[in-house]
């Protein structure tokens, strides 16, 4: 029996990708919901599902592979601890608990499954096929809606900004096409990314969501400059560098979106700066609790930024409840140590995906730089976006940091492999 067949004779571990395969669509579409908490914005619902394909995934989709306590193992457990006993010790317990489930379940369920599951090149170009039609599906409901409606989130989602975010991480599978050495993925990769790029501007020139439209130029600027590319996918980066910046540039200063110096996007998260580390020294081991009321702790306050009233910042701070700014929002809800671990467990993911794209493994289907790229770009849009409170956008950011683990793996494997052949 060949390789290839008998990868897909493990009836579990297909199971198991299958529901894999399913959740990722019904995160993508948000179709079907149900709603399990109806006074509560959270989406308690495709958490479940998440936990769900983790369950189903560690019982059955690990096929003959024993389950390591690793340091990523150990990792996951103290953040999911930290999590919970800020959850339990917040002001608002049964919130703040909810809060917790969906980050943790989709992001627990999003890097395991994506370790567990995606391992064979196999399951990793259904996947890859997989996101790059679902990328497509998003980019023309997002079209469709912007045209009929105004609204790019009308068939999507409640809100445009985990759509723009969707744009943002699923690029990870055009890229990866792009990057690859079949002439027809490179074609259908390049296509598909401008396409993508091409409706960020169009959906950001018209939604006016002009923070999504920096974004990309400052990724390929990254990308240009940090990896070494020749042949053809120089010539595609320099051509993807010029056109998001050109159209970057045009969207964010000829044609900008005023605003005032007092609007709530700008006054707001310049003043939760000196906000959430106020919260932090005050609460540093556990923070306040994810969406925790604020605002006893905004009255000994002594406001920074000096275009707001008090009492206006104190009306934000609370109908807000978040910094707007994820890495502040973790820093004053969730405290130091989760900010800390968490935050760097991502930045050594990327720094060795640094290393890995200078000699890429062979067997691996995802180009380092089409993993790091996108991880890059959702870093940037946590700056302005609490994004990972959002199930669908949490799942694809911990399936890509599960592929950087899981090349990491496949990398060292290929340098045992040459050096006990050398």
């Known amino acids: 029996m060949s390789k290839h067949l008998s990868i897909f004779m493990d ?39 998440c936990l769900l394909t983790l369950v189903v995934t560690i019982l059955f989709g690990r096929g003959k592979e024993r389950f390591k306590f690793g340091v990523d ?38 890097y395991w499954c994506s370790k567990f599951l995606l391992t064979q090149r196999e399951f990793q170009r259904i996947f890859q096929w997989l996101v790059n039609g679902l990328l497509l599906c998003v980019i023309f409901l997002a079209l469709l ?37 079949n002439k ?19 959906v950001g020139r018209y939604a006016f969501i002009q923070s999504i439209m920096i974004i990309p ?21 320099a051509a993807t560098l010029a056109l998001t910046i050109a159209a970057g ?35 540093p081991w556990l923070g306040n609790g994810l969406w925790a009321p604020r605002d006893s702790l905004f009255e000994a306050y002594s406001l920074h930024y000096p275009f707001v009233s008090k009492e206006q910042c104190a009306q934000w701070v609370k109908d807000q409840r978040t910094s707007e700014d994820l890495y502040l929002t973790f820093l004053a809800d969730l405290g130091i140590p989760f900010f800390i671990l968490y935050f760097g467990s991502i930045l050594y993911l990327l720094l060795k995906l640094l290393r890995l794209s200078q000699s890429p493994a062979t067997n691996f289907a ?31 950011f911990h399936i890509l940091l599960g592929l950087a683990a899981t090349g990491i793996v496949a ?12």
């Open 11 to 49: 009836r579990g571990k297909l199971v198991a990708f299958a529901l894999f395969c399913m959740t990722t669509v019904q995160l993508v579409f948000q179709q079907p919901y149900i709603v399990i908490l109806p006074d509560e914005r959270a989406k308690v619902f495709s958490a479940t599902l």
């Open 184 to 202: 027809i993925d490179r074609i259908a990769g390049v296509t598909i990314l401008l396409l993508d790029l091409v409706t960020i501007f169009i």
């Open 411 to 422: 990398s060292r494997s290929r340098r045992l492999t040459d050096t006990e052949e050398s």
């Open 249 to 283: 540039v045009f969207f964010a200063y000829v044609n900008p979106k005023n605003l005032d110096r007092d609007h709530i996007s700008v006054a707001y998260r310049i003043e939760s700066l000196f906000f959430s580390v106020d919260i932090a020294t005050k609460h």
């Open 366 to 396: 995802f180009h380092p730089a089409a993993i790091f790229l996108p991880l890059v770009a959702e870093c940037l849009r946590f700056i302005i976006v609490d994004d990972l409170f959002e199930p669908q956008i949490s799942w694809f």
């Open 217 to 237: 130029a400052i990724v390929a600027v990254i990308a240009f400059f940090v990896f070494k590319w020749s042949g053809v996918s120089r010539q595609i980066m």
């Open 145 to 181: 809606g912007l045209y009929l409606t105004g609204k790019p989130h009308e068939f999507l989602d409640s809100h445009w900004h985990p759509v723009g975010s969707r744009f943002l991480i699923m690029s990870f599978a055009p890229l990866s096409l792009a990057l690859g050495r």
């Open 73 to 110: 193992f150990w990792i996951s457990l103290v953040l999911t601890g930290l999590a919970i006993l800020s959850g339990i010790f917040s002001l608002v317990p049964r919130q703040s608990l909810e809060r917790v489930y969906v980050i943790i379940s989709a992001g627990l369920a999003g």
